[in-house]
T-cell receptor, first 113, second 119 residues
């Protein structure tokens, strides 16, 4: 079965610093989704990547999917306290035929002001 | 802003009691998912429905968990009897799944979850 491994598990950065979170799949990714979760709340959709080599940006967050479609990275530029939370990557299970996602265990990001 | 609504937000109950969690998916979404989140296991898929029909509930302990979708605006997850190991946050998510195979679908939208504590 497909598994998603995220690294690092947790990260503490100083405000203004850049950071990268990685998500590695044991199988080819047909759709890779990045979500953010704050404590006590649900998951908020950030970005979706589908094609090998694809890159998307929203404000100061950039996500990439490698050419082989087995690894994705999430990069935050000039981090702010509002970026703090848990970042989860999710992937379409079964080649995207059913819509159900499996998730990595998340990366907990803390940003020190 | 359309959103998935879950009730209750918090539930504390004693072992052996019945627990029912409710979810109102986003109008127009054809697929509803139930996930459970714990520190140890992360997010696990319990069951999901397409056009109200159950597609897969292999992630659920069948002897005590049941999931239903009595109409398009309501999905329920029931635990009877509840056990301390069921303590977790239960999320409902909905999405519009159009593709029959291959490729990526539109993203899932999650509710804020029901935090269940079984003592």
């Amino acid at each position: 079965s497909q598994e998603l491994e995220q690294s690092p598990q947790s990260l503490i950065v100083q405000e203004g610093k850049n950071l990268t979170i990685n998500c590695t799949s044991s199988k080819t990714l047909y759709g890779l989704y990045w979500y953010k979760q704050k404590y006590g709340e649900g998951l908020i959709f950030l970005m979706m990547l589908q094609k090998g080599g694809e890159e998307k940006s929203h404000e100061k967050i950039t996500a990439k999917l490698d050419e082989k479609k087995q690894q994705s990275s999430l990069h935050i530029t000039a981090s702010q306290p509002s970026h703090a939370g848990i970042y989860l990557c999710g992937a379409d299970k079964g080649g995207g035929s059913q819509g159900n996602l499996i998730f990595g265990k998340g990366t907990k990001l803390s940003v020190k002001p | 802003d359309a959103r998935v609504t879950q009730t209750p937000r918090h539930k504390v109950t004693e072992m052996g009691q019945e627990v029912t969690m409710r979810c109102q998916p986003i109008l127009g979404h054809n697929t509803v998912f139930w996930y459970r989140q714990t520190m140890m296991q992360g997010l696990e898929l319990l069951a999901y429905f397409r056009n109200r029909a159950p597609l897969d509930d292999s992630g659920m302990p069948k002897d005590r968990f049941s999931a239903e979708m009595p109409d398009a605006t309501l999905a329920t997850l029931k635990i009877q009897p509840s056990e301390p190991r069921d303590s977790a946050v239960y999320f409902c998510a909905s999405g519009l799944v159009l593709k029959s195979g291959g490729g990526a679908n539109s993203p899932l939208h999650f509710g804020n979850g029901t935090r269940l504590t079984v003592t």
